[in-house]
């Protein structure tokens, strides 16, 4: 049976409290992400913003910082011009900039290092984010899941190679990508993993699936160390953890985006239409049966401060 990494929370009843966004949080100090890499663009052209943000998400409270990995893939570096040796170096210092923000994290707060370690979770985003065209929130690939598993291949290979503690397969969109990296984490017996969905309402995934299918795949895995949702409105958690619950007894995680409307028109995101407060959300998530909880895009170190509050203090 695989250790679960977060057995030392939970098995004291504690919630794990992940980071929140990284490539909007870029964005929001300046950074220029309008590019196919998105986030892992920096980590060619300014990796020192990526470890500041990591570092202000432990400062928030987190327990697990989710590398910058979730865009880079071996076919987006190589048409940049990278060669095999570069495109490795690139996935390892994912998880470097995430390992020195621990480090310096710890370093400041001598505290700390009573506590426990804070988690690092290699992110393995969907095939369609290296597509750049918003597939990764349809699924509509048409690959088959042997084809799906020959491109995560690579990445997946070279991150297993880091000091990251699990893989996140995070925003998977459809139940052949899922199947895909289930079946492939076998050929890393030694690496547990996450599997976040995106989910398009209550009951479904983006691609119109079951959510109850996708937690009953992973609940098959023993590699698979908890299941849930991510990079989805806010709304929707509650029913969707439901979902998960009725068919599996893996730790729940969600991470949902702010729940922001984007106006494509004017191209930016509406003010004032998003969770202005995830205090008491993350209560209600808690009661709903998540373990893991933290935020995805539009989230800030200050909503994961205040969901690490919230949860700390009950």
Partial sequence: MMQNPFAPWLDHGEAVILDGALATELERRGADLRDALWSARLLIDAPELIRAVHLDYLRAGADVLITASYQASIDGFRQRGLNEAQVATLFRLSVQLAAEAVEEYLAAFPAARRLRRPLIAASIGPYGAYLADG?????????????????????????????????????????????????????????????????RDGATLSSGESMADAARLADASDQIVAVGVNCTPPRYIETLLSEARCVTTKPLLCYPNSGERWDATARCWVEGTGVADFAEPARRWYAAGARLIGGCCRTTPADIAAIAHSLRSM
């Fill in 135 to 199: 597939s990764e929130y349809r699924g509509d690939y048409g690959l088959s899941v042997e084809a799906l598993m020959d491109w995560h291949r690579p990445r997946m290979a070279a991150l297993a190679q880091t000091e990251a503690d699990l893989f996140a397969c995070e925003t998977i969109p459809c139940l052949a990508e899922a199947e895909a990296l289930v079946r492939l984490l076998r050929e890393f017996p030694y690496m547990p993993a996450w599997l976040s969905f995106s989910c």
